[in-house]
């Protein structure tokens, strides 16, 4: 069959600050005129000099300026800092203006107090600054905060949520079904029903086959895994074509076939249940022969009820009692016999793609049968394929993602136990918008 790929905010404030040579040569209006003006300047350049000749022998003159440096270096490289640019030297005007006041001092002293106002202005400013610095850089701490706790816990990085509005997936049909709910069919929705309706045959074609020769061969499929591999196919091939193909992570190699150096032994895969979707998004990447528990109404769809009832998958009826427990029974079995099975613990599928509660007695299988169990974490399925949409509302490229978490030993263990670490593991591999609310805050 044929499968193919489809594949700053930065704004800066200039503060302008005079050089030394700017500052000596500043006129002081009403006292300085005429030739004088002259005299006062070449005056004041000397004094200047003098006096940083004279600092030269100031005890920690260095450390104080490397402090200084190293201050105003630390509020530059800041992201939060609203001065920038020309701000990087302002320890340099500073040291001028100092120099400037205690120079004009010697020669004029009434102009002390104006000059010294300058270098105080010149202070208050830089103290202003460090002080909107660190309330900056508080406030945004403060904020950051719940954030970066809630990264810690959750491992998958996503925070935009992919779901669709109705007007946002333009639905070229919309109804009402049996039950009242909402359904829509857009353009994208309309092309997957095209592939379905396309390459289905070839898979009704195949089980058909491989059915009748595994019945009329003894050993020729044990476990019916050339049956179940014909819908693996069939699931690869139609997401490759509807470019929805999953993004495959975490322990990636458990997913391989025993024979090609995988996991050897049974285990319970335990998933998230959001969309219709799941079970073609599982099949990408459950390798080894395995066998779903699911409901038997499932047994009435086109395609996957074939698949379902002809590979002898563990199906149950919820209000049967005696059903589930046969049921139970035959997990169990298989679970002895080292073929993994596949479950939803929450039991039904999530209207709004949220983590629901989990259902009491599955992973007592595991705990019977003394296996693993591997949570296995489908990301953003419940915005491709919703509950309000017939087909696909849009493309699953660079959206469903399935992670492969580190298998959950059962030994010594409690049911609620192991609830809980499975629950946790799920969670830390999806998106904010699948977690519960009561969870989220």
């Given at each position: ?6 594949s ?5 404030m ?16 009403g006292i ?8 006062f ?20 003159r ?7 440096h ?21 320890h ?8 400037l ?10 102009h ?8 105080h ?16 850089h ?9 954030h ?7 491992g ?23 039950k ?12 997957n ?70 996991y ?22 459950l ?16 395609g ?12 149950i ?21 080292g ?20 259902k009491?007695g ?43 978490h ?15 670490e499975v ?9 904010l ?9």
């Amino acid at each position: 069959m044929v499968s193919f790929h489809l594949s700053s905010f930065i704004a800066t404030m200039v503060t302008y600050s005079m050089s030394a040579k700017v500052a000596a040569a500043f006129e002081v209006p009403g006292i300085v005129r005429g030739k004088n003006r002259v005299n006062f300047q070449t005056k004041l350049r000397a004094s200047i000099q003098e006096d940083q000749e004279a600092t030269t022998n100031i005890p920690n003159r260095e450390k104080i300026f490397e402090a200084e440096h190293h201050e105003h270096t630390q509020l530059q490289k800041s992201p939060y800092i609203i001065i920038e640019g020309k701000e990087a030297d302002a320890h340099k005007p500073h040291v001028s203006h100092q120099h400037l006041g205690h120079g004009a001092a010697k020669h004029h002293q009434s102009h002390q107090q104006h000059l010294s106002s300058l270098i105080h202005t010149n202070q208050d400013f830089k103290h202003h600054v460090q002080s909107a610095h660190g309330l900056e850089h508080l406030q945004l701490s403060h904020t950051q905060q719940p954030h970066a706790l809630k990264q810690e816990q959750r491992g998958y990085k996503q925070e935009k949520s992919h779901v669709l509005t109705i007007e946002e997936m333009g639905p070229a049909f919309k109804f009402t079904n049996k039950k009242g709910n909402t359904k829509v069919l857009n353009l994208y929705g309309l092309y997957n029903l095209i592939v379905i309706i396309a390459t289905m045959p070839f898979w009704l074609l195949a089980m058909e086959i491989l059915q009748h020769v595994g019945d009329a061969i003894e050993g020729f499929d044990p476990n019916r895994a050339k049956f179940d591999f014909s819908g693996k196919i069939w699931c690869r091939t139609y997401l490759r074509l509807v470019d929805s193909y999953p993004e495959i992570a975490g322990d990636v190699s458990r997913l391989k076939d025993k024979e090609s150096g995988g996991y050897d032994g049974a285990c319970l895969f335990v998933a998230n249940h959001a969309s219709f979707l799941d079970i073609a998004v599982l099949c990408t990447v459950l390798d080894p022969v395995f066998k779903f528990i699911a409901k038997d109404s499932l047994a009435k769809f086109p395609g996957v009820g074939k698949q379902l009832v002809g590979g002898d998958h563990v199906l149950i009826n919820r209000d049967d009692k005696r059903s589930q427990l046969k049921s139970f029974k035959q997990a169990i079995n298989y679970l002895k016999d080292g073929i993994p099975i596949c479950a939803f613990p929450e039991g039904s599928r999530s209207p709004d793609g949220r983590l629901m509660a989990f259902k009491p007695g599955l992973f007592s299988m595991a705990v019977k049968a003394n296996v693993p169990i591997v949570p296995l974490s489908i990301a953003n399925a419940h915005a491709v394929m919703p509950s309000v949409g017939l087909c696909s509302v849009q493309s699953g490229k660079g959206k469903l993602r399935v992670y492969v978490h580190d298998p959950i030993e059962v030994s010594g263990k409690s049911e609620e136990e192991i609830s809980e670490e499975v629950r946790k593991a799920l969670l830390s591999e999806l998106p904010l918008d699948q977690w519960p609310l009561d969870e989220e805050a």
